[in-house]
């Protein structure tokens, strides 16, 4: 069993994606053998009205309901954005929310971000925040939406000590900095540009946050699959236990998915 934690559908404005939607996208899963996916949308990201991207996702999973995971995307500058919210967590049953402030204009620790992380909190769901689509070496010139940067991560973190963190394509992150901003429990990241053997980034992480921490993730359709089912093969000399954590088991408790 592998639940990919890393995924998106949609469409991309500055590159062509081949499996932008559910029907391609499982046709990926099977011939990786990626059983279920979390996903959220691409055109909520680069829509104008961030909520009409969430809608598109909803019904192109529809179909395929037993293996998405969706995932709300909300701009907190957008007009009714809290009825939005509202209807992605009632009526959708999302199961987690994510910002992309750089590319709506605002910042998290701004009134804007705030309002939307207290939002986020109150219905106990984990906000998403993902480092980064694409690296910035081979950007086109129009995408100038920064990477999320750790100092602001940690102040975020520190400020909401009731919210949960799904941190999706990072790097560079300090495990002991994490725990220190008291994040151990409350994160879960996966590890797509994570180093399991060189720099051992997957290691140091469990031993600063514990393996809960740590979950398989892809980047998927940005990114090959097969990156990410080499790096969990070289993880099957742990305890078996703290493989199946990592393959699905950390993805399904965080997301507190019952079926």
């Known amino acids: 069993m592998i639940i990919d934690i890393n995924a998106f559908l949609g469409h991309y404005p500055f590159r062509q994606l081949h499996f932008r939607n559910a029907a391609k996208m ?24 961030a909520h009409r991207g969430n809608q598109e996702l909803i019904e192109d999973i529809h179909a395929h309901s037993s293996r ?56 106990g769901l984990p906000v998403v925040l993902t480092q980064r689509f694409e690296d910035r070496r081979q950007r086109h010139h129009w995408d100038i939406a920064e990477d999320f940067e750790i100092k602001t991560l940690l102040q975020v973190a520190q400020a909401h000590p009731q919210l949960r963190f799904l941190l999706i394509n990072w790097i560079g992150l300090d495990g002991p900095s994490l725990a220190e901003a008291g994040l151990k429990g409350r994160c879960l990241i996966d590890f797509a540009r994570l180093h399991v053997l060189l720099r051992k980034d997957v290691a140091k ?55």
Do not use: C
């Open 205 to 259: 992480l469990i031993a600063a946050l514990g393996v809960e921490a740590i979950a398989f993730g892809s980047h998927m359709p940005f990114d090959y699959v097969g990156p990410s089912l080499v790096k969990l093969a070289d993880l099957e000399s742990l305890p078996e236990a703290d493989y199946e954590k990592i393959a699905w088991r950390n993805a399904a408790t965080f997301l507190r998915i019952d079926d």
């Open 26 to 49: 499982v046709e990926l899963m099977d011939h990786n053998g990626i059983d279920r996916a979390l996903v959220s949308s691409l055109n909520a990201v680069f829509y104008r009205d």
């Open 68 to 123: 998405f995971i969706p995932v709300a995307t909300v701009n907190p500058k957008y007009a009714g954005w809290q009825h939005d919210l509202e209807e992605a967590v009632v009526s959708w049953k999302v199961k987690a929310v994510t910002l992309v402030p750089a590319h709506h204009g605002y910042s998290l620790v701004d009134a804007y971000g705030q309002a939307a992380l207290e939002s986020i909190a109150d219905y």
